[in-house]
């Protein structure tokens, strides 16, 4: 169980506590509060996370609004709220206003340690790709389109690559690199950009090809930040784990990626094959130049 999930469900058993202490069953409660009976059971068993107002009209019914319950409830919300957050309630400003969070939380981390086997890491993103991914999050999560900001705002992030103050260690998957996120002319660009950043002296970064055994299933990709802060995306959030516990077991698997990883030229062989593989399916440039208008 992760950290969030023991904080979601003590912050349910709390709220469990005062309804019993109160008197109320939960079908009295959810009837008073206007809201299904499962919502009770869901908040109560740590499956939903409870909005403010849902913790204050839930004190409000069972007699404690106002009183120091319910600032103690609302601060444990909060916590929770920075440890899940979810990205339609991340993002409801859009995803320019998230870019510049990220952008503060790398300006106090020196060293980076990254695993990523679905995407290009935002931080190696060319323009063409980050515009693909942010298109794809906007349209699935139906947040607002600041689209050219956002793209904007992760290019100027990418800045920090040249702070020989920090030290970065991505890995990536060979399956990253063949999802079609993207057209393959972006692609192509992309796939030269990961090339260019192996000759970063502060960079180092591996390919995972097709041809390495793990030794630990690749879940998920995330980010560990100078030992202190682990940052996962899921589907439906973003979560901050900072539990020692969290922490050892992600650099634990970090080393088991970075272990059967490849680097230096051998990183770069992967890279510009999968560059060839890419330009043959591009039209014949010079086919094309000659090509007479019927």
Not at 79 to 85: G, I, K, M, Q
Not at 267 to 274: D, E, F, H, Q
């Amino acid at each position: 169980m992760t950290s969030v999930q023991y904080e979601r469900e003590a912050l349910g058993g709390r709220l469990r506590e005062l309804r019993k202490r109160s008197g109320l069953t939960g079908a009295t409660l959810a009837e008073r509060l206007g809201w299904p009976h499962s919502k009770i059971s869901k908040l109560e068993n740590g499956r939903q996370t409870p909005s403010d107002s849902d913790v204050r009209g839930w004190c409000r019914e069972c007699g404690t609004e106002g009183v120091r319950e319910l600032e103690g409830l609302l601060a444990s919300l909060h916590t929770l709220d920075a440890r899940y957050a979810e990205w339609r309630r991340l993002l409801r400003g859009g995803a320019r206003g998230h870019q510049d969070d990220i952008a503060a939380v790398n300006a106090r981390t020196r060293v980076f340690l990254a695993f990523e086997p679905s995407l290009v890491p935002g931080l190696l993103q060319v323009g063409s790709y980050a515009r693909a991914i942010f298109a794809e999050a906007i349209a699935n999560l139906g947040v607002p389109n600041d689209i050219d900001d956002a793209v904007a705002a992760r290019m100027s992030r990418q800045h920090i690559l040249y702070d020989q103050s920090k030290r970065f260690h991505i890995i990536v998957t060979e399956a990253a690199l063949r999802y079609r996120l993207c057209p393959p002319e972006v692609m192509l660009a992309q796939l030269d950009r990961l090339i260019s950043a192996t000759a970063l002296t502060n960079v180092r970064l591996g390919v995972i090809g097709f041809r390495a055994i793990y030794t630990r299933v690749p879940v998920h990709g995330f980010w560990i930040l100078d030992d202190r802060l682990v940052q996962v995306e899921t589907l439906s959030a973003e979560l901050n784990l900072a539990q020692p516990q969290e922490i050892e077991a992600y650099t634990a698997a970090f080393r088991r990626f970075a272990a059967i990883a490849s680097y230096g030229a051998q990183a770069r062989a992967i890279l510009t094959g999968l560059m060839d593989e890419l330009r043959a399916e591009l039209p014949d440039e010079r086919e094309a130049a000659t090509e007479l208008p019927s």
